[in-house]
Nanobody
């Protein structure tokens, strides 16, 4: 079983930064593409970023390019989301997820999800 655990969320002022972490207490996430998603109050969950296994190709929602960076530490079995220049509209619960494959592509199915971590950006 894969249990994903996110951490690093919190309250930050607009313009600030946060780094979210996602690790597993169960089976490894190495060998799989990983993704970050978010869900704001009253809105549907949306894609934030993904990283493939191997060469580590990264993918971002167009609106977040340049502010968010996804990375992974193979030795620590952890995936990160560095978020800079945060805006109030970034306020959401952020989820990490493990894909069912080693590569990410549009339409990739994510089969394991964490519980989420709250990010609140004040104006």
């Amino acid at each position: 079983q894969v249990q994903l655990v996110e951490s690093g969320g919190g309250l930050v002022q607009a313009g600030g930064s946060l780094r979210l972490s996602c690790t597993t207490s169960g089976r490894t996430i190495n060998g799989y593409a990983m993704g970050w998603f978010r869900q704001a109050p009253g809105k549907e969950r949306e894609f934030v970023a993904a990283i493939s296994w191997g060469v580590g190709s990264t993918y971002y929602a167009d609106s977040l390019k340049g502010r968010f960076t996804i990375s992974r530490d193979v030795a620590k079995n952890t995936v990160y989301l560095q978020m800079n220049s945060l805006k109030p509209e970034d306020t959401a619960v952020y989820y990490c997820a493990r894909a069912g494959s080693n590569l990410y592509y549009t339409g990739t199915k994510f089969d394991y999800w964490g519980q989420g971590t709250q990010v609140t950006v004040s104006s």
